[in-house]
């Protein structure tokens, strides 16, 4: 028989193994950071819509239950916390490897614009193909988050500010006590801290949703890179920030 095939007969080629290499991205403290902040959001969102808008009430006097007081207590503690790993996100932004520095949160390069375009196209199952791959934060996730953060700040300046109506001339109310004005007054600036926490509301599952789809479609392992801080990917895949 020659090297040729017969007609009507299947031609059998085996196929290389695809070959995968571990990419080390997120250190523990970000990691731990990550999902510390999930919970305190929850936590905010949950006791806050309870704060601007009761949604129960116990039978009897409110003397006797403190409903409102320990849904109060919940929501401050919880922000407290989200301060301190604000504050800690803020130092590994200089500190932290190239995954992880503020320059990764920021598409500043023209090219990271180009690549935004083709990443949403991706998202939107138009030509995923032609999107480029980042092992870390694509530039669509960098502005993101970028705005989340900024959406973070607005909302601990305001609920700090709020939290100071409570003591006229104490550390908060001195410390915070220009927000309102800057805002446009108490309700205004009340309204703008009721009003982004929407933008949570909407965020947290749409983001739940691209990470799990970029594991199951994809199969980027996003998931398991902020639990385990790496991702394996595919040796023969290139990567721009690689």
């Not at 922000?79 to 320059?103: C, H, K, P, Q, S």
């Not at 598409?107 to 032609?130: A, G, H, I, T």
Request: proline share 4%.
């Amino acid at each position: 028989m020659t090297g040729h095939a017969r007609a009507g007969e299947a031609s059998f080629t085996r196929e290389a193994p695809v070959q995968y290499k571990r990419v080390y991205l997120w250190h523990w403290a970000v990691r731990a950071m990550h999902w510390v902040s999930v919970l305190c959001i929850i936590t905010l969102a949950v006791t806050g819509f309870y704060i601007g808008r009761p949604y129960f009430t116990s039978s009897g006097q409110a003397i006797n239950h403190y409903v409102m007081a320990r849904f109060r207590f919940v929501h401050f503690v919880a922000a407290g916390v989200l301060v301190a790993t604000a504050m800690l996100r803020v130092y590994w932004l200089f500190i932290g490897n190239r995954f992880e520095r503020w320059d990764a949160l920021l598409p500043y390069r023209q090219e990271d614009w180009k690549n935004m375009w083709l990443v949403l196209k991706k998202y939107l199952f138009v030509e995923p193909w032609k999107a480029p791959h980042y092992l870390g934060h694509n530039p669509l996730q960098q502005i993101t988050y970028s705005f989340i953060y900024l959406v973070a700040l607005v909302q601990i300046l305001t609920g700090f500010y709020m939290f100071g109506l409570a003591d006229p001339g104490g550390f908060f109310y001195t410390v915070f006590g220009w927000v309102g004005p800057l805002f446009g007054g108490e309700q205004v600036a009340r309204f703008y801290h009721h009003v982004l926490t929407w933008v949570w509301a909407i965020f947290l599952p749409v983001h739940l949703y691209l990470t799990v789809r970029a594991d199951v479609v994809h199969q980027e392992s996003r998931i398991s890179s902020m639990i385990g801080g790496g991702r394996y990917v595919r040796a023969d895949v290139e990567f721009v920030d690689d």
